[in-house]
């Protein structure tokens, strides 16, 4: 009569523990490749066609802490456009076309995301599969970060005061990550977590540019965060340099 | 330090806060009445070389009087709480020329609609804000509470209203605002690790301020 | 007559091993210590979780003394974290609900008392007996553990209202959730075989002459507290079972995602809920009732209206849930009839403190520690009764409700309530466990000081509650409308201090009266139970053969008891005769 009871109260915490639970995943260590400085580059620009929709002015003043930080009224960050239409902070990345077998280790220096006067600087940025993203709040209130994240593990911190760092790492390839505050529900980021380090971000200017890639042809992808996803081919051989442009159209 | 109830700002507070004031002197001349008591008996009856306790069970007529005394005071209290609770909650007290807003609770935020120039909530000219509550002084107002996640809690304490917003569930909370100024609306329910940060502004406004802050609005305000 | 004759038992004299007499035991008095010691540390626990909850409340966001020590995931740079703070509220009451008050006051009393109040041997299970220990530790454990999984324990209070406990991408927490289902589950398991024991226990195993209504008012308190148990916490354990299936199989019950609804657990955890907090009152007036009838030397008063404002309060409570969900956005229909009926339970809640005055008045009243304690659970339990009725009373409820004044109502019944009644019952049946008395000057001291601290902790919350400050908020100053209460929050914060830090009091003289406290006499107290007959510690078995049970147990000061002021009741005097004892039942014991 005991045992019945213990296997049946065993075997339901058994199923508790073993169905969600949470497990570090204990990442064996890639074999090292290094990144060729001399390997090919694809650069280009991205733009968009028509007027550049108005990013709405965002109200702070429910946080007077962060409303002081501002000369004048912060915007959102929709649509980041530069000159002549450019568009910033969009996400370039090697979707395919990386030489199977090849692994790159991830830097030992974290990316670092700041919460300041209630934003996430950067925007939108790129980081590589175990490399660390520290996350740091320079604003004296509370934010949490609420990753949202399908292949990763999606976690949700707080940080209630000033001067606090939290750091976490990501397991595997997703593209995008989002990031938000739960108090301040203006406050978005985006990540791509990528397995080489073959991405980057446009500036105001809205150029980009890929470098250390080996000979092959690459499918590269512009992400942004309104106007959806282009895709372009590049095929590189060894120390070339090609270009690939986007255009995405304003609606 | 403040020692009593938030100041009132609402119709509903001067019923809620008379009817504080009665429990509280009926509480209190019972709580005088044990405690006294007690003190009274602690020193009267303490134990003395030759004195003897009094051998009784009890008297049925004490159990008579005090079980018919609370009995009817509680069933008086019920009668008149009941008329008063119906004129907050129930949906057919609502009055129909209440000015009717949307607010979506989520983690951590209100989001409040407002129905825009035309005055009518569901049509293309509302618009959100996120955090502000915009209401007219002497006014009868209807909020119309959802929530996007879990359930939170819609609390303005200087109007003595408390109303859940249940995910799934439509709830009307009705006021009539009598104090303008500046106000605090806070979350009654806990919601999740930013509970505590899910406070929005409050305005009570006269006609004319509300009327030039919804135009304002209207034109493209903030988010 | 409903009272059963046994053939004499034997008292066992085979020899047993040090963990068959003391770690594995069948016996109910060494089980009701079992449970004292292990409740008596998750006691320890909450307190521990309390002090922290009013560091952050009285200086929010400073570093907290110690804090170093815990995790980066709780307190970083010595300042709780706001998710940290909601799991200290939610694993506070949790402990202190279901792993120090209700087992202090059914697992030790129920356990300890039953058999030796109506004179019989032990329970009518003693295995089913032993299981109900180890499972009630067992889920202590479990409980335990969830501080030690990834994202730690609950955060959704210790009333885990759905959606936010049913979703973990809402409320953070994920191991740690199922662990408190499990461990509730395995809970309610441990208290329903209890309850059963004990109301098997109470209606056949009464003694010769101990009749219904001559069965103290601790012994009816557990018994009615017993029924509650084996019908509410079943309900607990099938809603904790269907949030455990929200979580972890993909289920909707309570996540109207997919069709199910939020108030659907307040409902069944509240249906639970209520008659939880009588269970956690009952027994805590059935033993004050006990101890203040021996220090005033004279009968309960009223002693069959206590009876049947125990049964009352037992039966009204099943119909009161809704109070706790009058904000709830159910229909306000409902609100009125579940006002009416928690009004109405006011009733037999004062008729009972009324009683206890007259048992009192006109006592000759003997302030021993016992006394002391349970005079502090009448002054005190009177006030967080009638700080119910500003929230049953519904439209005033809606400032109140959630906020600080639910919290004070809350400790001035379950800590000015049961606690104290439990430091009086814990002094009072000390010799009986242990054979020893604890130190009179140090409970004195002890009593005096909880009383001032508790009140100087507790009383204020009325207060800032009134005010406005809500439940489990992290920071109030971060309402402008609360920032001048907070002053009052520091106040509250260092009489907790002090009040915790005077418990270490109750904890010495406990522990150390164990070993060197004076050797208890046979009838300390001068009391008329049953268990006084027998010597200090009561020995395995209790009785040889079956006593007799002569009269009421309250015959304090009775003219036939001469020169004494008490009776017992299994004392038998010349114009006494023997209960007649029921036919055993056909094919014998």
């Not at chain 1, 530069?82 to 568009?87: K, P, R, S, Y």
């Not at chain 1, 397991?171 to 990031?179: F, G, K, T």
């Not at chain 3, 920071?475 to 209460?485: A, E, H, R, V």
């Amino acid at each position: 009569m005991n045992g019945r009871i213990f296997s049946v109260v065993g075997g339901m915490f058994l199923l508790t523990v073993c169905s969600k639970g949470d497990r570090s995943a204990v990442q064996a260590a890639p074999p090292r490749t290094e990144v060729s400085a001399a390997g090919g580059t694809i650069t280009g620009k991205v733009k968009f066609t028509g007027a550049a929709p108005k990013n709405p002015a965002i109200d702070m003043s429910e946080e007077a802490a962060c409303k002081a930080k501002y000369p004048t009224t912060p915007t959102e960050e929709n649509v980041v456009a530069g000159a002549a239409n450019a568009l910033a902070n969009v996400f370039v990345y090697v979707k395919s076309g990386v030489p199977a077998g090849q692994t790159f280790p991830a830097p030992a220096t974290s990316v670092v995301l700041d919460q300041n006067g209630c934003r996430y600087h950067p925007h939108v940025f790129g980081i590589m599969v175990g490399q660390g993203l520290e996350i740091l709040n320079s604003d004296p209130v509370l934010h949490n970060i609420k990753a949202i994240a399908k292949a990763n593990r999606p976690f949700n911190v707080s940080q209630p005061s000033a001067g606090m760092k939290t750091t976490r790492t990501f397991a595997a390839p997703e593209v995008m990550v989002n990031l938000e505050c739960n108090v301040h529900g203006w406050m978005h980021a985006y990540l791509g977590v990528r397995p080489d380090p073959f991405f980057a971000v446009t500036g105001p200017d809205g150029s980009f540019s890929i470098k250390g890639l080996p000979p092959g042809t690459y499918t590269i992808e512009a992400w942004h965060e309104k106007f959806g996803t282009q895709t372009a081919t590049v095929t590189i051989a060894a120390t070339e340099s090609k270009t690939a442009h986007f255009t995405f159209a304003a609606h | 330090m403040r020692w009593w109830l938030p100041d009132a700002g609402s119709t509903f507070a001067g019923p809620i806060d008379t009817l504080f004031l009665a429990i509280l002197i009926i509480t209190g001349i019972a709580l005088v009445i044990v405690e006294v008591g007690l003190i009274t008996f602690v020193i009267r009856y303490r134990a003395r070389p030759g004195r003897k306790a009094f051998y009784t069970h009890g008297s049925t007529r004490a159990e008579v009087i005090w079980t018919a005394i609370p009995a009817v005071t509680m069933v008086a209290l019920g009668l008149i709480s009941n008329h008063y609770w119906v004129l907050i909650k129930d949906k057919k007290s609502v009055p129909p020329n209440a000015y009717h807003l949307g607010v979506h609770a989520k983690q951590f935020e209100w989001q409040v609609t407002y129905p825009g120039p035309d005055g009518k909530l569901g049509t293309a000219d509302d618009f959100t804000v996120r955090n502000q509550l915009h209401v007219i002084v002497n006014q009868p107002f209807a909020v119309e509470l959802s929530s996007e996640d879990v359930v939170h809690s819609f609390f303005v304490p200087e109007w003595r209203l408390k109303q859940d917003a249940v995910p799934g569930m439509q709830i009307t909370a009705w006021f009539e605002a009598t104090k303008t100024g500046e106000f605090e609306l806070g979350c009654a329910e806990l919601c999740g690790m930013g509970h505590y940060k899910m406070r929005a502004r409050v305005f009570v406004h006269t006609p004319d301020e509300y009327k030039a802050w919804v135009a304002q609005q209207a034109a493209g305000g903030s988010e | 007559m409903t009272t059963v004759a046994h053939t004499p038992t034997q008292a066992h004299h085979e020899p047993m091993s040090f963990w068959r007499k003391y770690i594995f035991s069948t016996d109910h008095k060494i089980i009701g210590i079992q449970f004292l010691f292990v409740s008596l540390f998750f006691l320890l626990v909450g307190g521990l979780l309390a002090m922290q909850i009013r560091w952050q409340l009285g200086f929010p966001g400073k570093p907290m003394p110690g804090g170093g020590i815990l995790p980066e995931t709780m307190v970083v740079n010595g300042v709780i974290l706001p998710e940290y703070y909601v799991q200290l509220v939610s694993m506070h009451g949790t402990f202190m609900v279901f792993f120090a008050i209700m087992p202090l006051l059914v697992g030790v009393y129920a356990n300890f008392l039953i058999p030796l109040k109506i004179g019989t041997h032990d329970m009518a299970f003693p295995r089913i007996n032993m299981a109900s220990f180890w499972l009630a530790l067992l889920a202590g454990l479990i409980m335990t553990a969830s501080f030690f999984v990834p994202n730690g324990p609950i955060r959704s209070g210790w009333t885990n209202y759905a959606p936010l406990a049913a979703r973990p991408d809402l409320s953070g927490v994920t191991v740690g959730q199922m662990l408190w289902c499990v461990s509730i589950v395995v809970l309610g398991l441990s208290s329903v075989l209890g309850s059963l024991n004990y109301i098997t226990t109470v209606i056949n195993l009464r003694a010769p002459g101990m009749t219904w209504f001559r069965m103290p008012l601790s012994v009816w308190a557990l018994f009615i507290t017993a029924i509650l148990g084996v019908l509410a916490l079943p309900v607990l354990q099938g809603a904790a079972i269907m949030l455990l299936f929200d979580n972890v199989l993909g289920t909707h019950f309570f996540d109207p995602v997919a069709g199910g609804q939020a108030l659907l657990w307040q409902h069944l955890f509240w249906f639970f809920g209520h008659p939880e907090v009588y269970i956690l009152i009952l027994p805590a007036m059935g033993m004050v009732s006990d101890i203040i009838a021996n220090g005033s030397r004279k009968p309960i008063f009223g002693y069959h209206s206590m009876v049947f404002a125990i049964i009352g309060i037992a039966f009204l409570g099943w119909i009161v849930w809704g109070h706790h969900m009058f904000m709830s956005g159910m229909n306000p229909t409902l609100g009125s009839t579940f006002m009416v009926s928690t009004l109405l339970i006011a009733v037999p809640s004062a008729i009972k403190v009324f009683n206890w005055m007259g048992t009192m008045w006109r006592g000759n009243l003997r302030f021993h520690v016992p006394m002391l304690n349970a005079i502090g659970f009448v002054s005190m339990f009177t006030i967080g009764g009638l700080s119910g009725i500003f929230m049953a009373a519904t439209p005033v409820d809606i400032p109140l409700h959630d906020t600080q004044f639910i919290v004070a109502h809350i400790h001035y019944v379950l800590f000015g309530g049961s606690l104290f009644a439990l430091f009086a019952a814990m002094t009072y049946w000390y010799p009986k466990m242990f054979g020893r008395l604890m130190s009179e000057p140090l409970g004195k001291i002890h009593f005096v000081l909880t009383f001032i601290f508790y009140n100087l902790t507790f009383f204020p919350m009325h207060i800032i509650g009134m005010g406005g400050q809500m439940r489990r908020i992290y920071d109030p100053t971060i309402y402008t409308f609360l920032k001048p209460q907070q002053p009052l929050n520091v106040f509250i914060s260092y009489a907790a201090f002090a009040l915790f830090a005077t418990q270490f009091l109750f904890a010495f003289n406990f522990l150390w009266s164990l070993k060197f406290g004076k050797k208890a006499p046979q009838n300390p107290w001068e009391d008329n139970g049953m268990e006084w007959s027998l010597p200090n510690p009561a020995p395995h078995g209790n009785w040889e053969k079956t006593p007799n049970v002569y009269r009421g147990p309250y015959e304090f000061s009775a003219p036939e008891a001469g020169d004494k002021d008490y009776l017992p009741q299994y004392l038998k005097l010349p114009t006494d005769r023997d209960p007649v004892p029921a036919p055993l039942p056909a094919g014998g014991h």
